[in-house]
């Protein structure tokens, strides 16, 4: 069973840029895992930023791009906003059974 | 508009069941794989399981900690999934949600399941 780090906090400037990571105590993280980056604030459901490692939704500020760095799946965000600052969860799946994991998330803080 | 509403949440004692509904609309529900994925409060995400498209057999996977006591199934002519939870435990309370995977992915508000004698 596969335990997801991420980061528990990071802190970025407005305007500036920060990378949340999320890894697997298994081995390296691939786009055979399809792994998912979530936003949520407080009192809302999560949503949906990157799917399948890059792909952004339709509502996905491109500020936001996804992508796999040293084994680990990556989220960039680069000219942060005050919107920005929220909890941020990376998702992904087991090759063969399909069972997903989520990372514990990220707190985002823009200041 | 895509739209996922989940139903059924409620109080139950320790031990009983409960069903789960997610109702949708708006997007490829029978080409999308419908997973469940809860929220304690003041906690992380954990993915409670999913099933998959009748292209994959309906097939379905569960989080370790839900094996054998629940079970998803959806019905493509309804686009509703649901989420059948038996023996349930206290540690069991959180706010569900349902999720929809077919390329990208969508999400519902959630329903608070609380268990509690």
């Known amino acids: 069973q596969s335990v997801v780090t991420q980061e528990p906090s990071l802190t970025v400037s407005p305007g500036g840029t920060v990378t949340l990571t999320c890894g697997s105590s298994t081995g390296a993280v691939t786009s055979d895992h399809y792994p998912y980056w979530f936003q949520q604030k407080p009192g809302q459901a999560p949503r949906t930023l990157i799917f399948?490692?890059?792909h952004r939704h339709s509502w996905t500020p491109a500020r936001f791009s996804g992508s796999l760095l040293g084994g680990k799946a990556a989220l960039t965000l680069s000219g942060a906003q005050p919107e920005d600052e929220a909890d941020y969860f990376c998702?992904?799946?087991?090759?063969?059974?399909?069972?997903?994991?989520f990372g514990g998330g990220t707190k985002l803080t823009v200041l | 508009e895509v739209q996922l509403v989940e139903s059924g949440g409620g109080l139950v004692q320790p031990g009983g069941s409960l069903k789960l509904s997610c109702a949708t609309s708006g997007f490829a529900f029978s080409g999308s794989g419908m997973h469940w994925v809860r929220q304690a409060s003041g906690k992380g995400l954990e993915w409670v399981g999913r099933v998959n498209t009748k292209t994959y057999n309906y097939a379905t996977a569960y989080a370790a900690s839900v094996r054998g006591r629940f079970t998803i199934s959806r019905d493509d002519s309804e686009n509703t999934a649901y989420l059948h939870m038996n023996v349930l435990k206290t540690e069991d309370t959180a706010v569900y949600y349902c999720?929809?995977?077919?390329?990208?992915?969508?999400w519902g508000r959630g329903t608070l399941v609380t268990v509690s004698s």
């Open positions: 399948d490692t890059n």
């Open positions: 999720m929809g995977i077919g390329g990208s992915s969508y």
């Open positions: 998702l992904f799946f087991s090759i063969n059974i399909g069972e997903g994991f």
